[in-house]
């Protein structure tokens, strides 16, 4: 398929034996080159206008890197499912939540 307009989900997986120090920051050298590619397969262009990323990075069982396409409408339902999967299943890590609607409210 040919998105017009997409989020592309890096979910960084990182070894939780290895030393915590190999946790790199979110590179955004790597991420173009990774858009670029899928930009020639799926994406109708890799420009904002059309393409949204977001990062997430979890302890695993081994290193690995995890990219999943889709509508951006799907994003919050996708967002809500893996957040509150990766809080249950890697106890060690915490998350805040921020919920815009709320501050818009006020």
Request: hydrophobic share 30%.
């Amino acid at each position: 398929p040919e998105y017009e307009k997409c989020t592309v989900c890096f979910v960084h997986l990182y070894n939780r034996d290895l030393p915590l120090g190999r946790i790199r920051d979110h590179d955004n050298f790597e991420e173009k080159h990774v858009l670029d590619v899928i930009s020639n397969f799926f994406l109708a262009s890799d420009s904002g206008l059309h393409v949204d990323t977001y990062h997430i990075t979890r302890m695993a069982e081994q290193d690995a890197t995890e990219v999943y396409i889709m509508d951006t409408e799907n994003f919050p339902k996708w967002l809500s499912k893996n957040v509150k999967n990766s809080i249950e299943k890697y106890s060690c890590c915490q998350s805040t939540f921020f919920d815009s609607r709320k501050v818009a409210e006020k």
